[in-house]
């Protein structure tokens, strides 16, 4: 009979009160039932209620998270940006010379390699679904893997039957679709093999156009070609993750990939 909708952001917030954003929604309903038996008591009727309260967060810890580990950027919703660079790309942002922002993703699988790194960019397959979370320190795979990058990106792609699109009204992409990618990010600045912590996780949309050599993006102001080998996701700011690919809730702004968990 009454049920009262509240927002507010001091509900299991980390530090409540200083973000000025609703993070939780909490629900309380109450009705009045007929009662049965204690009609001889001249009871006729009961009031009773229910509540229950969600919360949406960042995302501290994502399973599945695809092997490129792009730099802390600025990044702008529908903007296309570099999640992984080619060789012939002018840009050494996020990346040592040796390094072309691969990452040797943790998990059971065979030897780490070119082979398993090109696993981990399919979904379902048998790459890694590792939960990473913010913090743990990840392996560089170095080396550019053109086969192996294209291999997986375009096997990817082929997964969707749907082609999302991103326009001036925002991103119109499908929850769950493999075209979806998250991805951890690095500050990946040293050559060769070497561990790294993640800083945040953010989500991209693959398309066509994501593995084309010619593609050309904004990085350091500058208009520059993403190279052989490169691939390029255009940016969907806050991201709903799909049940089970996310895990963990922080208050803080982490990232764009968010989660939402039941808290009472």
């Known amino acids: 009979n009454n049920v009262t909708v509240t927002f507010n952001d001091e509900l299991n917030d980390t530090s409540p009160g200083t973000d000025q954003i609703a993070e939780t929604v909490q629900v309380d309903a109450t009705m009045m039932v007929p009662l ?17 309260a969600t919360r949406i967060g960042g995302a501290t810890g994502v ?10 950027l600025d990044y702008q919703e529908c903007q296309r940006y570099m999640l992984k660079r080619g ?5 050494k942002v996020g990346t040592g ?3 072309y922002s691969a990452l040797e993703l943790p998990g ?15 979904p379902g397959g048998k790459g890694s679904t590792v939960m990473l979370s913010v913090g743990d320190n990840i392996q560089t795979e170095p080396g550019n893997m053109v086969n192996p990058t294209g291999h997986g990106v375009n096997e990817r792609l082929s997964m969707c039957l749907h082609t999302p699109k991103c326009g001036s009204g925002g991103c119109n992409y499908i929850p769950g679709c493999p075209r979806v990618v998250i991805v951890p990010i690095m500050n990946i600045d040293q050559n060769g093999k070497y561990e790294i912590p993640i800083l945040r996780f953010e989500a991209f949309l693959l398309d066509e156009n994501s593995f084309d050599k010619n593609q050309e993006v904004l990085v350091d102001g500058v208009i520059q070609p993403v190279g052989n080998g490169g691939v390029t996701g255009i940016y969907l700011g806050s991201y709903m993750a799909p049940s089970g690919t996310a895990g963990g809730l922080t208050g803080g ?10 808290i009472r």
């Open 87 to 91: 060789q012939g790309s002018q840009t």
């Open 108 to 122: 059971i699988g065979p030897t780490p390699g070119a082979d398993w790194y090109r696993d981990n960019i399919i």
């Open 63 to 72: 399973g599945g998270a695809a092997p490129w580990g792009p730099p802390p």
């Open 36 to 52: 049965m038996f204690a009609k001889i008591m001249g009871i006729e009727s009961k009031r009773i209620s229910a509540q229950a």
């Open 97 to 99: 010379l040796s390094n």
């Open 253 to 262: 702004n982490l990232g764009g990939v968010k989660v939402v968990h039941l």
